[in-house]
T-cell receptor, first 117, second 108 residues
Framework: QVHLVQSGAELRKPGSSVKVSCKASGDSLRSYAISWLRQAPGEGPEWMGRIIPVIEVEKYAQKFQGRLTLTADKSTGTVFMELKNLTSEDTATYYCAGFGSSFFDSWGQGSLVIVPS | DIQMTQSPSSLSASIGDRVTLTCRASQSIGKFLNWYQQKPGKAPNLLVYAASRLQNGVPSRFSGSGSGTDFALTISSLQPEDFATYYC??????????FGGGTRVEVK
């Protein structure tokens, strides 16, 4: 498992972008894929994409292609999620999560992003 | 994408009750099914992976079963700390993992 700490809440205007960070403890990123998920109030989590920091390979859910960018800073063990062209439907809590063999076994504390309509 | 459907969406139960939550996949996913517990304001917490394997540290009153399209999570004797929302998640689809809509377990 890896310990993940995310950046704080964000308030953004429609049409703008948001960038959320997720810092992993120690050198745990060497063996992990980090996924980003979001959860709107009252709904289940929604997978957005993942990055394997050690080889800088990303995969995005089709829904977010072209609007989502995942990056990693290996020197600090931090991964970033940037979502562009925000609308009110992007209001949610955003999580980073470590992906073990085939499951999410470590989660950040969540970052609330609010986009007023 | 593979759709995951959980039922019921909510249930009321008492301490000590045996509770079974179900999850159905829109197509066969083998045993690529995980269960999570989520409490208000917290991230989901892995309970069961590969349909029936208990994550380290999870009490033995939790158990998972099923394969293919139909799965279940059973709590053999409900405890106060078990009142929460439970989600199933598949990891069989190359398009990416998907979650069910959740089952909220409430106090009767």
């Amino acid at each position: 498992q890896v310990h993940l700490v995310q950046s704080g809440a964000e308030l953004r205007k429609p049409g703008s972008s948001v960038k959320v960070s997720c810092k992993a403890s120690g050198d745990s990123l060497r063996s992990y894929a980090i996924s980003w998920l979001r959860q709107a109030p009252g709904e289940g989590p929604e997978w957005m994409g993942r990055i394997i920091p050690v080889i800088e390979v990303e995969k995005y859910a089709q829904k977010f292609q072209g609007r989502l960018t995942l990056t990693a800073d290996k020197s600090t063990g931090t991964v970033f999620m940037e979502l562009k062209n925000l609308t009110s439907e992007d209001t949610a809590t955003y999580y980073c999560a470590g992906f073990g063999s085939s499951f999410f076994d470590s989660w950040g504390q969540g970052s609330l992003v609010i986009v007023p309509s | 994408d593979i759709q995951m459907t959980q039922s019921p969406s909510s249930l009321s139960a008492s301490i000590g009750d045996r509770v079974t939550l179900t999850c159905r996949a829109s197509q066969s996913i083998g045993k690529f099914l995980n269960w999570y517990q989520q409490k208000p304001g917290k991230a989901p917490n892995l309970l069961v992976y590969a349909a029936s394997r208990l994550q380290n540290g999870v009490p033995s009153r939790f158990s998972g079963s099923g394969s293919g399209t139909d799965f279940a999570l059973t709590i053999s004797s409900l405890q106060p700390e078990d009142f929460a929302t439970y989600y199933c998640q598949q990891n069989s689809d190359d398009a990416g993992p998907t979650f069910g809509g959740g089952t909220r377990v409430e106090v009767k």
